[in-house]
């Protein structure tokens, strides 16, 4: 559970650079951008001129009775207001569209770069933190941005011209207007530090709560099976509480702030309006001036009292930013050249290679040389941990950075064109995966590849039958993660997956799970039929897969420590004989045998 929380990291870039750098995804709407920033002094302009046309209209009309100029300056005032909202109006707009535009290509960006990353990437981040970052960090950059960093841009436009003016009218009493401020201001910020506190607090508590309800989702069988029912929920209730006390003591402290921040405004009006007043009484200012500098005030309370909440958004803002540069300036993918290959009678060759995993010292391979020809089948067998699925996860470039050689028809596998390489390898991994999606999809995704020609394919690898007794055949949904075959089906359709690329070469680490006796006839013709056809690298489970193979490689701890064929390996009575001992005798005993390897 506690591995879903997101730890806090401390930003490590400044405003300024994340702006810069934010600015990439907003520079195709430039346009926009700038008429919306353009608008913004000019919407300064209609809030100052209100309360300046309200006091002449005091002054110079009320005071004297000049109706016709009163409804001249009312003309006025309301072409003002209606002004005001359909700049407002203009602005939000246009930033709505830059910022929807800006936000979908960052997501694109940031998904094709999580896309194109080598294994090593994503072992260091679990596929939680990659989701939150392509969506709820984005979504949040999205909705933050806009009203902070932009809102507050705006806000102190508005209040830049709101002081300059009251300062042209009266130095003075624009002094004293303000003399409450830094009280306001020290109140308010104490209410939103507490505020702040419980909010990450919050936070933390729902990816607590989310994270708490995922893991025991996903692992209900087991808490079912082992009574942990009642435990989980008096853990769930625990943390809920929590929560709960939390958000009221959050909802407590947001509420009086504003009443706090209300009666503040109040009295920074009642100052205005009693020193006013007075300065009215001795003539040292008229009525009218009094009122526009009420209205000033108040007008320049709003964004006082929202500034503290939109740098909060706008620090949110700059976090998620943070964030999600950091995960793009992280670039783990591998490096591929620009070699091609044929699409037949490509030679693989191992030569003296020796690989570590990524902040591992211990080499998990150390000096594994082997060749496969073109049409020949290599079985790697050995226990468990000895390093078999890292040589195909070599040879298929999931990591890079290896000493020694790998090589495809005399070139080296990193200088290999990406298109090339999957088009020659096909990848049968241990754990397979299916899409909720059709058959289909699962066996070409979207290339151009007719029916029939699946079905040919599907025929090779005896999985025709049970595709066409599905309800719609090739178009029948196969439902999340393929939960719709049986395990041995899932295993069939992986094979055929392979076969539909129509690449030479295939690499198939066997999956280990035990299915029924029939299907496991099914897969073994399968695989026969693979051999028949393909170059095959294989981590073999099976006593008929290492039979049928041209080469064994026998590994242990890293290395090979025996090779040769079925018939010479068994006859020289070495490591080999023994496993296929433990093999004929235990099925899949042979996976148990104690082993950690390379650690
Ligand atoms: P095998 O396929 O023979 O069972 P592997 O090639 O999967 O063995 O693993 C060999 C060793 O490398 C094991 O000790 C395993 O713990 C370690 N290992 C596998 N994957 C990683 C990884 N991503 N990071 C660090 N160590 C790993």
């Not at 209209?57 to 300056?73: K, P, T, V």
């Not at 391979?365 to 070599?394: E, Y």
């Not at 909720?436 to 699946?454: C, I, K, M, W």
């Not at 013709?525 to 290492?546: C, G």
Request: proline share 3%; aromatic share 8%; glycine share 8%.
């Amino acid at each position: 559970m506690s591995a879903k929380e997101i730890p806090a990291r401390p930003r490590t870039q400044s405003e300024w650079e994340l702006l810069r750098r934010f600015y990439r995804w907003m520079a195709p709407y430039k346009k926009r951008l700038l008429v919306a920033v353009a608008i913004v002094p000019l919407m300064a302009l209609c809030t100052v001129a209100q309360p300046r046309l309200l006091g002449l209209a005091i002054d110079d009309y009320m005071l004297r009775g000049d109706i016709d100029g009163l409804n001249w300056i009312a003309l006025a005032f309301l072409g003002l207001a209606v002004g005001e909202y359909l700049l407002a109006a203009t602005h939000t707009w246009l930033l709505g569209t830059v910022g929807a535009w800006a936000i979908g290509d960052l997501r694109r960006d940031v998904y094709q770069h999580i896309m194109t990353q080598g294994q090593r990437f994503f072992d260091r981040r679990p596929t939680g933190r990659l989701l939150s970052r392509t969506t709820s960090d984005v979504e949040a950059l999205g909705e933050s941005f806009f009203t902070g960093v932009v809102g507050i841009l705006a806000d102190a436009a508005r209040l830049i011209a709101i002081v300059v003016m009251m300062l042209s009218l009266d130095p003075w009493l624009t002094v004293v207007s303000f003399s409450v401020l830094p009280a306001i201001a020290i109140v308010v910020n104490w209410f939103r530090k507490r505020l702040r506190d419980y909010s990450v607090k919050i936070r933390v508590l729902v990816a607590k709560l989310n994270g708490f309800i995922q893991e025991h989702l996903a692992g209900i069988d087991v808490v079912q099976l082992m009574g942990r029912e009642a435990d989980a929920a008096d853990e769930f209730r625990a943390i809920n509480r929590e929560a709960l006390t939390t958000y009221h003591w959050s909802n407590f402290y947001d509420a009086a702030l504003y009443a706090v921040m209300d009666g503040m405004s109040s009295i920074c009006i009642g100052v205005v309006v009693w020193y006013g007043g007075s300065l009215v009484w001795g003539d040292a200012i008229t009525p009218g001036l009094l009122v526009a500098f009420v209205d000033y005030v108040q007008k320049a309370l709003v964004p006082v009292k929202e500034f503290s909440a939109k740098y909060a958004t706008m620090q949110r803002s700059f976090a998620a930013m943070d964030r999600i540069t950091e995960l793009l300036d992280t670039d783990e993918s591998i490096a591929s050249g620009n070699q091609t290959l044929s699409g037949q009678s490509n030679t693989v060759v191992f030569d003296r290679v020796t690989f570590s995993y990524p902040g591992v010292s211990e080499p998990v391979l150390s000096d594994i040389s082997f060749r496969v020809k073109p049409g020949s089948v290599v079985a790697l067998v050995g226990s468990t941990g000895a390093g078999k699925s890292t040589v195909c996860r070599l040879l298929t470039r999931a990591y890079a950075g290896y000493e020694g050689s790998i090589q495809l028809s005399g070139k080296e596998l990193s200088s290999i064109s990406e298109t090339d390489l999957r088009r020659v390898m096909a990848i049968v991994p241990q754990d397979i995966f299916l899409f909720g999606a059709s058959a289909r999809f699962n066996l070409a995704f979207d290339d151009a590849v007719t029916d029939e020609e699946l079905l040919q394919t599907l025929e090779l690898v005896q999985a025709r039958k049970f595709i066409e007794a599905l309800p719609d055949g090739l178009s029948t949904d196969l439902g999340e993660g393929g939960g719709r075959l049986s395990l041995g089906q899932a295993q069939l359709l992986s094979l055929a997956r392979a076969m539909a690329r129509d690449a030479e070469i295939v690499v198939l680490d066997e999956a280990t799970a035990s299915v029924d006796p029939a299907t496991e006839i099914l897969i073994q013709q399968a695989i026969d039929r693979i051999f028949s056809l393909k170059t095959v690298v294989v981590v073999a489970h099976r006593l008929s897969t290492i039979r049928a193979a041209d080469l064994i490689l026998v590994m242990e701890r890293g290395r090979i420590v025996e090779r040769g064929d079925h018939t010479s390996l068994l006859a020289s009575g070495g490591r080999y004989a023994e496993l296929h001992h433990q093999l004929e005798t235990g099925g899949e005993e042979h996976k148990a045998v104690p082993l950690p390897a390379s650690a």
